[in-house]
């Protein structure tokens, strides 16, 4: 039997998920793609799981698709077939992007295509030294997808045309210095630091976390200011009637650290 494309786990309130094709870089499949999917949507709505972290097995994150399995496939089918499959496995970068709990993404090595969009939907991006990152769709006669157009202008304003249109091929400083990640750490500290992190946000006010995730995306995804204000008056008020916003407010008289209940 086969090893299983994805592994997940859930220690702790954190749930880890990892690409598993390690002889392809985990480029990714239909099955792959599908399982993410899947597993994301439930996620998103499982209380028990307070993090996701997303990485990839071996020395690399993920190349992107199967780039040869697109060149051996026989007729691919209709067009509209084809556009409605893609568009329903493209939902594992909104889900990662927009679900009300936090995403990090933890990658070492290739980091490209596909691969580069569904680490830009995290919330968090940590990577290793050595990384090698790029957009890698032009390389290949593709327009791009998985969102990587939107992530790319958000992150990077007008020089996403340079990474879509060129593909550089970047390392982790120059990805670093161009606010693509949120921080670069020795290869052999990359999982000790992603878990402190996970540790860390798992242990936070969840319910309060998705209203600050709702929030940033709606600021990006063009609302106005007078639509923000309204929505974080709305959500401000709601937070501040969970017990988490009580224990908070116990924690700071008292001086002490807070032990949030997502709730």
């Not at 791009?144 to 550089?168: C, I, K, N, V």
């Not at 009580?246 to 008289?253: G, K, P, R």
Request: with cysteine.
């Amino acid at each position: 039997m086969s090893d299983p494309q994805l592994l997940e786990r859930l220690e702790q309130g954190i749930l880890w998920l990892t690409l598993n094709r390690p002889e392809s870089r985990n480029a990714l499949t239909p099955e792959m793609i599908s399982q993410l999917r899947e597993i994301l949507e439930k996620a998103a709505v499982d209380p028990a799981v307070r993090v996701v972290v997303l990485g990839g097995a071996g020395k690399g994150f993920c190349a992107g698709g199967d780039v040869k399995a697109m060149a051996d496939r026989g007729d691919p089918g209709p067009m509209e077939q084809r556009v409605t499959e893609l568009r329903q496995s493209m939902e594992s970068a909104r889900l990662l992007h927009e679900m009300p709990k936090p995403t990090i993404a933890m990658a070492r090595g290739a980091v490209a295509g596909a691969g580069l969009s569904l680490a830009l939907a995290c919330d968090f991006l940590i990577v290793s030294d050595r990384l090698k990152l790029t957009s890698a769709f032009v390389n290949v006669g593709l327009s791009g997808d998985f969102g990587s157009t939107y992530f790319l202008t958000h992150r990077l304003g007008h020089r996403a045309r340079e990474l879509a249109l060129l593909s550089p091929l970047l390392d982790a400083a120059e990805a670093e210095r161009l606010g693509l990640v949120n921080r670069v750490v020795a290869d052999a500290e990359l999982e000790n630091v992603t878990a402190d992190l996970a540790a860390r946000l798992a242990a936070g006010p969840g319910l309060t976390q998705g209203h600050i995730k709702a929030n940033l995306n709606a600021a990006e995804q063009g609302a106005t200011l007078a639509q923000l204000l309204d929505q974080e008056a709305w959500r401000h008020i709601r937070c501040s009637l969970t017990e988490d916003h009580q224990e908070a407010a116990s924690a700071f008289v008292e001086k002490r650290t807070p032990q949030f209940r997502n709730r």
